[in-house]
């Protein structure tokens, strides 16, 4: 399951969310069933960690412009 929570994190920073979810949801759905993961559960995780990677996008450009800064002071 945190394997892929990372993965969709990770493409939720790259792609968009339903293109990642219809891409990597039917792909990783037979192998959490076989895990013993209720599907409902699963895909409230998947889309949670969507949302997660889509928000990390967004802060990595001040992580980006802020490190030179935070560089210098130490």
Do not use: D
């Amino acid at each position: 399951m945190l394997l892929s929570i990372g993965i969709l994190i990770v493409m939720g920073s790259v792609l968009e969310g339903a293109a990642a979810l219809i891409i990597f949801g039917p792909l990783l759905l037979p192998v959490a069933t076989q895990l013993g993961i209720a599907p409902l559960h699963y895909g409230v995780v998947l889309v949670i960690a969507m949302g997660i990677g889509l928000f990390a996008a967004a802060a990595w450009p001040g992580v980006y412009t802020g490190l030179p800064h935070w560089q210098r002071t130490n």
